[in-house]
Nanobody
């Protein structure tokens, strides 16, 4: 079992920045990708960004150039630096960790990000 815990959400004005953190613990062997999804009220959950153990990254078009994902493999922690935030970035952000050996995907409880206009 893998335990995933997010932190760093909050309320910020448009144009501001926030940094989310996500730590994985427990049976962390063979964790490959870690990243973030988000879900806004009344909308489907969408992928925001992920990073693999080799450092390959992928971003949703809506956040490219504004968000940066990074990872401390030794600490099993992933970070999401969010700059130039917009009201449409308001959502609950969920961290995930995916194993390479068919061990499945694990999710955190989510952290609220609210961007005021």
């Amino acid at each position: 079992q893998v335990h995933v815990v997010e932190s760093g959400g909050g309320l910020v004005q448009a144009g501001g920045s926030l940094r989310l953190s996500c730590a994985a613990s427990g049976n962390i062997l063979n964790i490959d990708s870690m990243g973030w999804h988000r879900q806004a009220p009344g909308k489907q959950r969408e992928l925001v960004a992920f990073i693999t153990s080799s450092g390959r990254t992928n971003y949703a078009d809506s956040v490219k150039g504004r968000f940066t994902i990074s990872r401390d493999v030794a600490k099993n922690t992933v970070y999401l630096q969010m700059n130039s935030l917009k009201p449409e970035d308001t959502a609950v952000y969920y961290c995930f960790a995916v194993k390479t050996d068919g061990g499945g995907a694990y999710w955190g409880q989510g952290t609220q990000v609210t961007v005021s206009s």
